[in-house]
């Protein structure tokens, strides 16, 4: 393996262990604020102002957690860095044996990897608008070219190192240059399968208006919903009992929250 994408993985690994600390860490300076501002005022009670502070902590804190901290601790890099990570364990196992079982497990790398580069958002990118055409044109070799000649035993490593290195850095003329030797090479022969039909109802539905409505409405129900239950655990009350009390804090935020998630995913 090419001594720049080994010197990627170690970078990566550094940065993900380090997310994963400060994420910990944010996550348990708020719990540790919260507690404090919240025991306050039953032991000081001429403090009770502090209660305003405990529910902006809250708040804040909320969005935090549920926003960014649960999938930085689950998956602290990128999807490009995670798709790359991906390609790179598909190049170890080749170097290590060229079996077919080795094929078979580089071709289960990749397909994840190409799986994970079609899911993600990419005109939130900014280097997007620049290489559209470009890296439409490097994930259909990807999907096209590469897969079929992994499955066919006839990948080339250095090839699959071309790829990693310009998934990595993002560089239009590597991967224009990747998409010029995928493209002229003799051995490899391109060959798209037809998608799943549970596929295309799947990415229809992804896509749509009332696809982005369900999964907003869903995100911001569920977010209230655990906020709720933290809260009424925290007081000792009854779940149910807080809900009908409060039907507006339930309601209104679930709605409230739905409708910032809408308008994130409106382009």
């Not at 032991?43 to 708040?59: M, N, R, S, T």
């Not at 005109?123 to 044109?137: A, P, V």
């Not at 039909?197 to 799947?202: G, H, L, M, V």
Request: hydrophobic content about 45%.
């Amino acid at each position: 393996m090419r001594k720049e994408i080994e010197g990627a993985l170690k970078r990566l690994e550094i940065e993900g262990k380090e997310t994963r600390k400060r994420t910990a860490r944010n996550i348990l300076v708020i719990a540790i604020l919260a507690t404090i501002f919240y025991l306050i005022p039953y032991f000081y009670p001429q403090l009770i102002l502090l209660l305003v502070v405990e529910a902006f902590i809250g708040i804040i804190g909320g969005f935090y957690v549920g926003f960014y901290a649960i999938s930085a601790l689950y998956q602290p890099l990128s999807l490009r860095f995670h798709a790359f990570r991906r390609i790179a364990r598909a190049i170890q196992t080749l170097e290590k044996s060229t079996e077919p079982i080795a094929y078979e497990e580089a071709y289960r790398c990749l397909k994840h990897g190409h799986k994970i580069l079609t899911t993600m958002e990419l005109g939130s990118l900014e280097w997007y608008s620049k290489i559209n055409e470009t890296l439409d044109r490097f994930l259909d070799n990807l999907e096209s070219i590469v897969l079929p000649a992994v499955a066919s035993s006839s990948i080339k490593i250095e090839h699959l190192e071309e790829i990693a290195l310009a998934l990595y850095g993002v560089n239009l003329s590597e991967i224009e240059e990747v998409n010029r030797v995928l493209e002229s090479e003799a051995s490899y022969k391109a060959s798209k399968p037809p998608p799943r039909k549970t596929e295309i109802f799947a990415r229809k539905l992804r896509e749509s208006t009332i696809g982005k409505l369900l999964y907003s409405l869903g995100l911001g129900y569920g977010f209230v919903l655990v906020l709720c239950v933290i809260y009424v655990f925290a007081t000792q009350q009854d779940f149910m009992i807080f809900a009908r009390e409060n039907p507006e804090i339930v309601v209104l935020g679930g709605l409230g929250i739905s409708g910032m998630a809408f308008w994130k995913t409106k382009p």
